[in-house]
T-cell receptor, first 114, second 112 residues
Framework: DAGITQSPRYKITETGRQVTLMCHQT?????MFWYRQDLGHGLRLIYY???????DKGEVPDGYVVSRSKTENFPLTLESATRSQTSVYFC?????????????FGEGSRLTVL | GQQVMQIPQYQHVQEGEDFTTYCNSS?????IQWYKQRPGGHPVFLIQ?????EVKKQKRLTFQFGEAKKNSSLHITATQPTDGGTYFC????????????FGKGTLLTVNP
């Protein structure tokens, strides 16, 4: 059971470059989320998706783009990376049935923007 | 928007001491969840509380949800080094979007 996987795990890029972080889940969970984690800020929601082709902004969406053409994939794109986007990015999924239920997190993608 | 505040930010304890972290929401929550994250790892779900005044236990961990459903606590009895990590609370204010707002977490260090 592969669960939820993120790639790449580590990425170094330069300011202004486009970067895409991939997220894939094998459970067919309806909901998927992207969080960023920074010291002093905890986990902040960037974007989320309730189903394929349905996405919505979270708390800190500026500078990010998401898509969800298939239920199992939820890529996050930084169209023009900035140093302030250096962070650890976590993808998560949720069954989306009944009460909220638990979030299942991926291992994280550590992004450094030089 | 909804804010979830968590205190303390850091806590150092000696093995065997008790530990408590507190979580307060600016709005009434439909439910609250707790997660643990080890250094370098990802958050792992511990528990979800739904009912007003609910208390749940997992071995040495006790979770409470306030009567007004705006606060919660996690208490660990007789800490062990393996309890070390960051504990996050995460609240959901209702609706069908399953969005959680996370507190900033409490980093617990347990000295052997």
């Amino acid at each position: 059971d592969a669960g939820i996987t993120q790639s790449p795990r580590y990425k170094i890029t330069e300011t202004g470059r486009q970067v895409t972080l991939m997220c894939h889940q094998t459970w067919s969970h309806s909901y998927m989320f992207w969080y960023r984690q920074d010291l002093g800020h905890g986990l902040r929601l960037i974007y989320y998706s309730a189903a394929a082709d349905i996405t919505d902004k979270g708390e800190v969406p500026d500078g990010y783009v998401v898509s969800r053409s298939k239920t199992e994939n939820f890529p996050l794109t930084l169209e023009s990376a900035t140093r302030s986007q250096t962070s650890v990015y976590f993808c998560a999924s949720n069954r989306g049935t009944g009460t909220t239920g638990e979030l299942f997190f991926g291992e994280g993608s550590r992004l450094t923007v030089l | 928007g909804q804010q979830v505040m968590q205190i303390p930010q850091y806590q150092h304890v000696q093995e065997g001491e008790d530990f408590t972290t507190y979580c307060n929401s600016s709005t009434t929550l439909s439910n609250i969840q707790w997660y643990k994250q080890r250094p370098g790892g990802h958050p792992v779900f511990l528990i979800q509380l739904v009912k007003s005044g609910e208390v749940k236990k997992q071995k040495r961990l006790t979770f409470q949800f306030g009567e007004a459903k705006k606060n919660s606590s996690l208490h660990i009895t007789a800490t062990q080094p393996t309890d070390g990590g960051t504990y996050f609370c995460a609240g959901n204010s209702g609706g069908s979007n399953y969005k959680l707002t996370f507190g900033k977490g409490t980093l617990l260090t347990v000295n052997p």
